[in-house]
């Protein structure tokens, strides 16, 4: 078997690929539709197109998870693997802020009403702390607010405290697929029932740290089965494309049916209740499945797959700075109290927004590259692959 996904010396394309179009996707729900509005993209039938691409963001948890390496002491994998999450929130938020508030300043915008420290401290602690979940963080109508110059943080707090979970269990539930299921289905109903009888945000937003360890494990089981390889090989095969067609089918009935009606940053509920926490898994794999085939078409085409797979290997320079880039771009254009954090409403605009962002993010990569001195393929994706 080849290609094996603890192979330290080889790369799985598709998932460099796949990663690069989830931080894309995100980057467009965040610009597009993100605008202060919530996830949109409603069309005929109910089918939510924004769905599909909001599946990405759980789809770094179980490519987190796929690279997991049985063995290692819980210390060892929390010093080398969840330190590093821990280290770029922390200094992404403290630098991003004060430069925010620095570039305010030079713009002439009254700062008075504004605290630096309060606000790098509501970033990293996370906001709504032991307020009844569900409670609406967003605060658009400000140019300076924690969520609008950070938003996606929250994955990191978030991830923080599922790789936790995750390190404390894997080594005794990944030997069996059975315990695996069975442990992601106990994480799951953690967090049910923590929303459902206690309802209160946590620190860190550590109520979803259970449900990030079952994307994790999902992706770890994954792995020791190294899905990746017959994802990106089996095309030739009837049943490949029968499980394909499969999921596709699944995707769309759970968008449909299922839709997550969830917002992760402030643990929203969707209609379904309590179940919502497992309908959410659901949608996110099926959806997650789907995207990932694709990704594995797209190997084979040459300028698509170069462009996601740069935007995969850098994918934690893209989550860390396009809101902050979006926001140097507009802010001179920027009305404080205003509906939206990008003060045009027009769709033709957001993809112009969207476009540049992208454009500074990927010449901000070239940079950091060329001042480090380190061609991309040589990126040691095991001692990285926890931070992106």
Known sequence: ?????????????????????AIIGVITVHIMFGMGRGVDGDVAGGFNVAELVYAGLPMFMVITGYFYKSGRKYIDNVKHRVVPVILVLIISTVFLTSIMY??????GYDLSSYDLFSDIMTIIIGKECFSTIGVDGFTAGAVLAPYDISAGFYYLQILTVGLLI?????????DDWRKTVTA???????TALYLELVNIQLPFSAQLGPVVASFLLLGALLGRYNVAYYIENGYHYKKYWIIFFGFVIAAVASVILFPSGMTLYNSKFGSNGALSVFTF???????????????????????????????????????TQHMFIAKLITAPFYTIGTEFWVTVDSLGMRFVILMATLGLLFGLCHFVHRLKDVPEENVDDDATYASR
Not at 1 to 17: Q, V, W, Y
Not at 102 to 107: F, K, T
Not at 285 to 306: D, H, N, Q, R
Request: glycine residues 4%; positive net charge; proline residues 2%.
């Open 1 to 21: 078997m080849t290609d094996s996904a603890h192979s330290p010396n080889s790369r799985i394309k598709s998932l460099d690929i796949l990663r690069g179009a």
């Open 102 to 107: 620095g570039y305010m300043w030079v713009l």
């Open 166 to 174: 995750f390190y404390a269990i894997a080594d005794h539930v990944l």
């Open 184 to 190: 992601m289905f106990a994480l799951l109903s953690m």
């Open 281 to 319: 898994l659901f949608l996110s794999t099926t959806c997650g499945a789907v995207l990932w085939y694709i990704t594995a078409f797209l190997i084979k085409v040459p300028v698509v797959s170069t462009i996601f797979t740069y935007a995969g290997l850098n994918s934690i320079i893209l989550f």
